[in-house]
């Protein structure tokens, strides 16, 4: 349970000064609050509108504990909004700032909104944080991106990002001017240490990737960990590809869940119980990571080559997945148990309708529990199953297929 506001915390606000001491009725800036804070203490955010401009950077030693971490979370009720709009932009200039810099090990972010950030919304290349139930959106590069904090060549991999878990968020409309070639929804890219997860995260109509795990320099990620994500209608401007009139799409990829890339380089992620549709190219991809991805629970719908795409290289692993109306043959190359690359027929589900792919988060920030790409009781997928793999609970006499159990 999430702690309650106290007169021990600090308090920011949009009209707050850095010459206020950070108390309820005295609040002061967010640049000022994350250089008071103590281990065990929080910030909290007042609703409303941040007209930022300078990056907020949490430095690199300012860190919490494992049994204390610092805070920033949403006043409880409250709505605030990190806008950089007014952040310079030039494309490829290395001046362009990011939104916040996380440089810092043991926060944990909640509730908080980044908007038009002149490069990533949040830039995170500290260790054991919590970044739940935020939102990046119109960033100007990634929403959210995992990296080394002394760029891509001078990060020793010991200093690599490592154990952060982003749950619950959202990113989307992330597009770097002019071509959109860049700005993915969450990459854990180029530099990623071990035991990063992601779970209960949403990526949508951004104009490369849904997610981006690229390899680059020699130097394979450690492998990152999805479970109940949800990348769809990358590629595209908002609307997707199905809108009428369909929308110009981008430049960038246009990739769900792309999972390698830059080199041939191992890289063993797990990616469990998500759904990819929707996105211009491929939905789930292992761009030339030859190392043994595992892939279970998966759902791949109406992605516009393949929903599968694992060629060969690679020696991957899949358990329960399904897709259904894809426009390329699936490759996956691997080890294959209950799954159903072929066969899926409409009536296997309860609703294709993919507008409530983006209903509002429960309360607690969870994902939303609708139909869609949900299988229909009479499925021949349910109890079709294996329990190899990572284990999740179930229904009935085995696992189902797909990123959804029936009840």
């Not at 490829?92 to 440089?103: I, M, T, Y």
């Not at 795990?213 to 394979?220: E, L, S, Y």
Request: hydrophobic share 30%.
């Amino acid at each position: 349970m999430d702690p309650l506001p106290s007169g021990d915390d600090l308090y920011v606000a949009p009209d707050g000064s850095e010459d206020s001491p950070g108390t309820l009725d005295a609040p002061t800036t967010l640049y000022k609050a994350v250089t008071l804070v103590r281990p065990g203490q929080t910030i909290y955010l007042r609703g409303g509108e941040y007209l930022y401009v300078p990056t907020v950077e949490i430095a690199f030693g300012n860190d919490g504990t494992a049994e204390q971490m610092k805070r920033v979370f949403a006043y409880p009720g409250e709505k605030p909004v990190l806008e950089f709009k007014d952040q310079y932009y030039k494309k490829g200039d290395p001046a362009s700032p990011r939104g916040v810099e996380l440089h810092g090990s043991y926060w944990h972010m909640k509730g908080i909104e980044i908007a038009n950030a002149g490069d990533n919304g949040i830039f995170i290349s500290g260790h054991h944080n919590v970044i739940e139930h935020c939102v990046f959106h119109n960033n100007r590069d990634s929403g959210l991106q995992l990296g080394g904090r002394l760029g891509e060549l001078d990060t020793p991999v010991e200093e690599w990002p490592s154990y952060n878990k982003v749950i619950n968020c959202d990113s989307y409309n992330n597009f770097d001017p002019p071509d959109g070639g860049d700005a993915d929804g969450f990459a854990p890219k180029l530099n990623v240490g071990a035991g990063n997860e992601f779970h209960g995260c949403r990526a949508w109509n951004n104009s490369d990737d849904g997610w981006d795990m690229f390899n680059r320099n020699g130097k394979p990620l450690k492998p990152v960990l999805l479970d109940q994500c949800w990348a769809f209608d990358n590629g595209y401007q908002e609307g997707g590809y199905m809108s009428t009139p369909p929308p110009v799409p981008y430049m960038g990829n246009g990739n769900g869940f792309k999972m390698g890339g830059g080199s041939s380089l191992a890289s063993d992620h797990v990616i469990t119980r998500s759904v990819a549709f929707g996105n211009k190219v491929r939905g789930f991809d292992e761009n030339n990571n030859v190392g043994n991805i595992t892939v279970k629970n998966c759902t791949g719908w109406l992605n516009g080559s393949m929903n599968f795409a694992f060629g060969e290289g690679g020696y991957h692993t899949f358990i329960n997945n399904i897709s259904h109306r894809r426009k390329s043959g699936d490759e996956p190359v691997g080890t294959l148990t209950s799954n159903a690359f072929e066969g899926a027929t409409d009536a296997d589900f309860l609703s294709f309708d993919r507008a409530l792919a983006k209903a509002p988060r429960n309360p607690d920030g969870s994902l939303p529990a609708t139909d869609f790409l949900r299988l229909a009781p009479t499925s021949q997928f349910v109890d079709a199953g294996s329990t190899e793999g990572p284990a999740f609970p179930y229904s009935g006499a085995a696992p189902d297929l797909g990123a959804f159990e029936v009840e």
